[in-house]
DNA sequence: ACTGTTTATGTTATCGTTACCCCGACTATT
DNA sequence: AATAGTCGGGGTAACGATAACATAAACAGT
């Protein structure tokens, strides 16, 4: 058991004769080294033992190959399906992932730049949950180059990856009316975030083709529907019933909608529709499959990594914007009002 | 808009006439400065923009307050607690944390260590998901300090945090047979694992005790289980009925079961009892909670994190080892038998 | 006035790697 | 035979920070 620290590229060529440089270079598989000196060289780096030091690469080359992912909640299955998609998608371009989580508390969003420019990451894959200017700012000043998904931020000209929640809002409109339903209960998302307001933009969008109007939908605000959440209270929420259909922003918000409906003794669909975004699979088949908007986590996932190595290669690009489009996924929680 | 490159020491130093080495020990903070100076600098800094460099840093300083987490699974409710917690115990004592993933592929394993020592990290928090001595053993060789969570592996010397899984087993084994079961179907996890095979010994011990023998249970073997989830058909590994209690490895395998059992149209627990480990609260109240035993997920990271932090303090204590107890939590998915 | 100690800062040498430029020995061309 | 162009590889100086030591000034004590 060698009790030296790591070995380095100077161990490796104090053992093989070559000089440093050569000895990097034929880590690095540089072709105009010769085959078998590139070849004889890595065994016996091999057999020492050699890990090469990323931080000095990285510190004199410039690139870290690794990309920030900053995200708010891991706990949540939207984000741990893109997480997978995104490591897939990097690894296989020749990038590293690293997970950088801000729990939800704004201060801690910039701390968490901060970190990823210190350690000198190429790019950011970011989603921004709170509609802030600043960590945009922060990243744009510090000329780190990102891509916002899920949402974007007003008054931002950046690159960015969503899936078009207008339409969605508008599909779940259409749905719902089509089934004959003329009075609605909308359950709010984070206030001001994009994907909310466009969701909701949308679904009056439908109704007001179809001559229904924007009093037809009761708004509970988000921090009425969070606070029911956390107690697992939302009885008063649904109160009055004055209403044949529930939107909700996500299947997490629509899965609590359901359980106190269920506590309540109302039957989804028969006594109240229910339709709501994201379109989520647990893995735990216990759960019922709700009738949502499919927001494609995946696509969304391959198309910010898409567009981020194409903004690390052309930096002068004008700004991209990709919006994925989406659909409805009928699990049979809507029907006609009784 | 500057077009510059990022702020460094060598700017801050030239903007504000000390030496770079007076500047980096203003922004250490180091008390040998006078208050005077030290907050002069500072603000020159915050002023320009200056974001510290952590891997020159810790390519100097060979300390890179950063600790790895080597996990397979992100998605699974149990690990995203455990890094909620391990995320804050580390932060707290002023680490970073870096959660790599290995995807249960058993050579990204190793790969995950290898980036977890190409950068520098102080130290690994590891979940060992195959029983593999040579993961271990290459953190070993690199001198790297590292935990074992969760399980530990045959013949393998090294610091440990796990819960009592052996108890665990004992517990259920005696809750059921209190209840009257004398015949058992027991759904097996991952094979091989510690944690699979001291729950099923401390289940055999409970059924000893009561003089019932250990071909009372019918083993359902990893792979059966596994696959059945896989295609949410699980139905013949519950046939045929020559039990009256199943005993799961997992409240995810559990879930799985009951799912089955209910389109089986058991009931449980009226015609069957299910008991499982986890205790997992997924958020969504639609599920039922299942009775199970608790692993205690936070203390578990928190003292992986703490033995860790111990282990960095002082590379020459002796192994490091911490069991921790478990609990039974009723909630009402046993009965005695029909 | 001399020495010793403290205070406040500057100098130098790395950490491990890669970028850039260089050189000697061939081969190929004029 | 002289010139130019490969091939195979070496030498040196960074990248941005910190550790360790050095120094200049100020002050105290005898």
Same mark, same amino acid.
């Not at 078998?36 to 890595?42: C, F, L, Q, S, V």
């Given at each position: ?5 790591? @070995?380095? *590229? ?15 270079r ?9 085959? =078998? ?31 920030? @992912?900053?995200?708010?909640? %891991? ?5 741990c ?9 990097? /690894? ?6 690293m ?8 201060? &801690?969003?910039?701390?968490?730049? !901060? ?8 790019g950011?894959? +970011? ?8 960590? #945009?700012? +922060? ?21 960015c990856v ?7 809002g508008? &599909?779940?409109?259409?749905? &719902?009316?089509?089934?004959? !339903?003329?009075?609605?209960?909308? &359950? ?12 909701? /933009?949308?679904?009056l ?15 509970v605000p988000?921090?009425? %529907? ?6 697992? !209270?939302m ?6 019933l004055?209403?044949?259909? #529930? ?10 909608? *359901?359980?106190?409906l269920?506590?309540q ?8 529709? $229910? ?5 989520? /699979?647990?893995?735990?088949?216990y759960?019922?499959? *709700?009738?949502? #908007? +499919? =927001? =494609?986590?995946?696509?969304? =996932?391959?198309a910010? %990594?898409?567009? $981020? ?11 991209? %914007? ?5 659909? #409805? +996924?009928?699990?049979g929680?809507t029907?006609?009002?009784?």
């Amino acid at each position: 058991m060698p009790r030296r620290a790591r @070995v380095t *590229l100077k161990d490796v060529s104090n053992e093989c004769g070559y000089a440093i440089n050569t000895i990097s270079r034929a880590m690095r598989d540089d072709k105009k080294l010769p085959a =078998a000196t590139r070849e004889k060289i890595r065994a016996t780096a091999r057999r020492m033992g050699y890990i090469p030091n990323s931080l000095a690469s990285t510190l004199r080359s410039g690139r870290s190959h690794i990309i920030a @992912v900053i995200v708010n909640d %891991v706990h949540n299955q939207h984000f741990c399906v893109m997480l997978s998609k995104m490591d897939e998608a990097l /690894r296989q371009a020749g990038y590293n992932i690293m997970i950088l989580c801000m729990q939800l508390d704004e201060a &801690l969003g910039e701390q968490m730049i !901060h970190t990823a420019i210190s350690q000198s990451v190429d790019g950011i894959l +970011y989603f921004p949950y709170h509609n802030n200017r600043t960590h #945009i700012d +922060y990243m744009v000043k510090n000329r780190m180059p990102f891509v916002l998904l899920d949402r974007w931020i007003q008054g931002i000209v950046a690159d960015c990856v969503r899936c078009d929640d207008e339409q969605g809002g508008y &599909l779940a409109g259409r749905h &719902l009316i089509g089934l004959g !339903h003329r009075r609605f209960l909308f &359950l709010s998302g984070v206030l001001a975030s994009s994907s909310q307001l466009d969701r909701h /933009r949308g679904f009056l969008r439908a109704l007001a083709e179809a001559g229904v109007s924007a009093d037809s939908v009761r708004v509970v605000p988000w921090e009425a %529907v969070s606070e029911g959440m956390m107690n697992e !209270h939302m009885g008063p929420l649904l109160e009055p019933l004055d209403y044949t259909a #529930i939107l909700s922003f996500s299947d997490e918000i629509a899965y609590h909608a *359901l359980n106190t409906l269920r506590q309540q003794g109302r039957a989804v669909p028969e006594d109240v529709s $229910l339709i709501s975004f994201d379109h989520i /699979r647990s893995g735990i088949p216990y759960l019922p499959r *709700l009738t949502s #908007i +499919y =927001a =494609a986590e995946g696509d969304v =996932a391959q198309a910010g %990594v898409r567009l $981020l190595l194409n903004r690390l290669k052309h930096p002068d690009l004008p700004t991209q %914007v990709e919006i994925l489009p989406v659909a #409805i +996924y009928d699990e049979g929680t809507t029907a006609p009002p009784a």
